[in-house]
């Protein structure tokens, strides 16, 4: 690949509503990127090493539970292999009973009580329609690369997991939200970035959020 050609992201919804026609006209408004999208239950045959080879970067906008053991490996195979992978809001509660997905994202949104070096957890938490400001962690990094400080009305997440890992992006002060709201990692040959921002027109209409997840799709694709 190189810096020129488009971007070609294959976008995994299913599982959980949302907002279609402004969720799909951020990624129309994207310059140098083409998108499919691909909805559960037909993704997981899509997420092979050889049924991605067309694609650079998956997108996780799903928010799912059932898969086969077969489905895991081939998941697992392809991000070993490298493939960059930006997950976004509700996909931090999928595969509730994959531990490797956890670790694949760098945390987990918990429908369940939850343990954390042993101390037991309540469920996680979201509250709809907050607005509240958003932190930059790295005005350098090439996800957050040239944004400032940023507003957004948008749904929280409280008391969900982050792995010690993970490199923090964003950050917020709002108390229904845990403090670090995106992340950066690397899995296998594979380089992930999850925003918990995105639940629906107010967040996809937003700039920051826009640039946040367009920087986002460049750096996992390696541009
Ligand atoms: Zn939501």
Do not use: C
Not at 29 to 52: K, M, W, Y
Not at 109 to 117: A, L
Not at 122 to 131: C, K, N, Y
């Amino acid at each position: 690949m190189d810096g020129r050609s488009p971007v070609r992201v294959l976008i995994v919804t299913g599982g959980h509503d949302f907002e279609r026609e402004p969720f799909f006209e951020m990624f129309r408004s994207f310059e140098g990127i083409t998108f499919v999208e691909v909805q559960h239950p037909d993704a997981h045959a899509r997420l092979t090493p050889e049924a991605a080879r067309g694609y650079d970067v998956i997108v996780l906008y799903d928010m799912w539970q059932p898969i086969s053991e077969e489905s895991k490996a081939a998941f697992v195979k392809l991000l070993r292999s490298g493939k960059g992978l930006v997950a976004l809001h509700h996909s931090l509660a999928s595969y509730q009973l994959w531990d490797e997905y956890r670790n694949i994202i760098g945390g987990r949104w918990y429908t369940e009580k939850w343990r954390q070096n042993g101390v037991e957890r309540p469920p996680s938490t979201f509250q709809h329609d907050v607005q509240f400001k958003v932190h930059i962690v790295d005005k350098k990094h090439p996800v957050t690369r040239g944004m400032q400080d940023f507003n957004i009305r948008d749904e929280t997440y409280g008391n969900f997991e982050v792995l010690p890992k993970v490199k923090p992006l964003l950050t917020t002060d709002e108390p229904t939200s845990n403090r670090v709201i995106a992340w950066t990692h690397t899995y296998g040959r594979s380089r992930v970035v999850y925003i918990q921002l995105g639940h629906d027109h107010y967040a996809y209409e937003n700039p920051n959020y826009r640039r946040l997840v367009l920087q986002a799709i460049r750096w996992v694709a390696g541009r």
